[in-house]
């Protein structure tokens, strides 16, 4: 289901579906908040590479204290660790969205819906108020990623 969203420009943290007067992370007015279109008219995300694997992923310009995300491929998969807060529908698509927080959901559920992407957050994290508005895939079943040869990936904790 479409629902409104909005982004505060202080912080960059996205709220969706619902518009309140502060912002939930920052605590900054609404005055300072830009809907998710707006977002997209005035933001991009742009990949720095890391290395032949890694990519760097930032809105530019840069997007209250939102910090970056990664995206990393390997044979089979495009995940990314952490997801930018501005949504942009020219990045490459990804398989998997992995949080390693609670705090910065980004635009992780427009991602979602436009890329048929996973989202996969620890489950205990799952259930904090600032998720309000995200949905998850299943956080206790193995995901995509187990099937992938990356031993140092914990997907299950
Ligand atoms: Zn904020």
């Excluded at 982004?7 to 969706?16: F, I, K, L, Q, S």
């Excluded at 969205?97 to 048929?116: C, E, K, P, V, W």
């Amino acid at each position: 289901m479409e629902t409104e969203q909005y982004v505060c420009t202080v912080c960059g943290y996205n709220m969706a579906g619902y518009y309140p007067g502060h912002c939930p992370f920052c605590g900054a007015g609404r005055e300072t908040f830009i809907t998710s279109e707006e977002c997209s008219g005035s933001f991009h995300v742009e990949g720095t590479e890391v290395n032949e694997y890694v990519t760097r992923l930032s809105s530019i310009p840069s997007l209250g204290l939102e910090h970056a995300a990664y995206r990393v491929e390997t044979d089979e998969t495009i995940f990314w660790i952490d997801c930018p807060s501005s949504f942009d529908v020219d990045v490459r698509s990804m398989d998997v969205i992995m949080f390693t927080h609670h705090h910065f959901l980004g635009a992780s559920n427009q991602y979602r819906n436009h890329f048929t992407s996973e989202v996969r957050i620890h489950k205990a994290d799952s259930s904090f108020e600032l998720c309000r508005g995200f949905t998850f895939d299943d956080t206790s079943r193995p995901s995509l990623l187990s099937s992938l040869n990356c031993p140092n990936i914990i997907v299950n904790c």
